[in-house]
């Protein structure tokens, strides 16, 4: 069978463009090696743009409006000191609490209600063929059965450790990135809300982020080695590690049952250019942002815009060349969030052997920052988001 559009990947990228083809009477073929199941319960980012939010309004789901929470502001906490960057008083925007998970199961069943055709489950995924005219993508369905796809071009939207992205030939290919010398420890627990919005931690001990799921389920991590293993962590240590982290203020964490602890390892990393003869990659498949600035989903949705954009204009002009024009208008954001998410990375964690110096200097950095309007404004303008593209 053809199709116009191949999407290897069906995470929130690939769905959402898989979505935004369809209401531009493009049709799409998206596939996945994970089930849906497997995906639902791969916990992730929490944190949406308001652009981000918007797309999921634009004909997806509206339930971000009954589920999701609207934050106004977001807290960076210095040695149990409170500064809260108030997002709405410096740029007039809000970011949404709406897990990944549920932007995922809003796509998945989305799509599954405009008669999409995504499948889950697939194996044995192979595409060729990107540098001619007709590319294929060959794999096995759940039930067992092999297929073979003709596509007019072909999207990797297939995750931080993409097979697509090697189509790029090495002598093509350009990679950025850094290794950072830390990881997060994630849980989610049973309690309530410590706080009305997320809250940024150092105390000098290291990291650690309050976030929220619901009114009753709670999405916690605290800075932890790159090799930690979680489980020979107690719940007791687990607490006592997180309270030491935020304390000050007269401030306590709301406690409860711990359910789901994952140790998260992070990285920067960038591969350009974006696209290869037919081949385009989208989200994490072309770049990986370190977590700490709640840029990864946001990154991947806005490069899927731009892409739905690109990809009919390229099939209405019958014109591979029209791909080329896709990097360069994504990657000034990409480039952006790739700052943004180092320099929050880089002020709020301690790297292993700081010295007393180091943790001075991280300390006025901190102090310039939430001390001054610009430097609050700075914040509150990266964390909500760029205005659309293209930016500059
Ligand atoms: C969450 C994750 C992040 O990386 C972040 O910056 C904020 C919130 C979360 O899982 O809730």
Not at 119 to 129: A, L, Q
Not at 156 to 176: F, H, K, T
Not at 339 to 348: A, C, E, H, P
Not at 353 to 366: K, N, P, T
Request: hydrophobic letters at 40%; charged letters at 25%; one cysteine or more.
């Amino acid at each position: 069978s053809t199709t116009p559009v191949a999407i290897v990947g069906a995470g929130p990228a690939g769905l959402m463009l898989s979505h935004l083809l369809a209401r531009r009477g493009v049709e799409s073929v998206a596939i996945d090696t994970r089930t849906r199941q497997e995906i639902e319960t791969t916990h992730r980012a929490g944190i949406l743009e308001a652009d981000s939010a918007r797309m999921l309004l634009d004909g997806v789901s509206d339930r971000i409006l009954r589920d999701g929470y609207e934050h106004e502001g977001v807290e960076l906490r210095l040695h149990g000191q409170g500064h809260r960057i108030d997002f709405q008083e410096l740029v007039g925007a809000s970011v949404w609490l709406y897990p990944q998970t549920d932007v995922f199961i809003d796509l998945a069943d989305a799509r599954e209600r405009d008669g999409g055709d995504v499948r889950f489950g697939v194996t044995e995924v192979e595409v060729d063929g990107v540098e001619t005219d007709s590319p294929t993508v060959r794999f096995t369905d759940a039930g067992g059965e092999r297929h073979e796809l003709r596509a007019t071009y072909v999207v990797g939207a297939d995750g931080s450790r993409s097979q697509c992205r090697r189509l790029v030939p090495e002598a093509r290919r350009r990679i950025y990135g850094k290794e950072y010398p830390f990881a997060w420890f994630g849980i989610l627990c049973e309690a309530p809300m410590s706080a009305p919005e997320l809250i940024y931690a150092q105390s000098g001990r290291g990291f650690a982020l309050i976030s929220q799921r619901t009114d009753s389920v709670q999405r916690m991590y605290l800075q932890c080695e790159p090799d930690e293993d979680v489980h020979a962590w107690s719940e007791d240590q687990i607490w006592s590690e997180l309270q030491a982290r935020v304390a000050g203020d007269g401030f306590e964490l709301e406690t409860g049952p711990i359910f789901e602890r994952a140790r998260l390892n992070f990285r920067s990393f960038v591969q350009e250019p974006m696209s290869h003869g037919r081949l385009v990659l989208a989200g994490d498949a072309a770049h990986t942002v370190p977590p700490t600035g709640a840029k990864g989903l946001n990154l991947a949705l806005a490069d899927v815009k731009v892409l739905a954009d690109v990809l009919e204009q390229a099939l209405d002009t019958q014109d591979v060349e029209v791909l080329e024009t896709y990097g360069p208008r994504a990657l000034a954001r990409v480039w952006r969030s790739q700052n943004f998410s180092y320099w929050m990375t880089q002020m709020l964690h301690t790297p292993p052997g700081a010295d007393a110096f180091d943790v001075r200097r991280q300390m006025g950095e901190l102090e310039t920052v939430t001390s001054t309007q610009q430097g609050r404004a700075y914040v509150a303008e990266c964390y909500t988001g760029w205005p659309n593209h293209p930016i500059g």
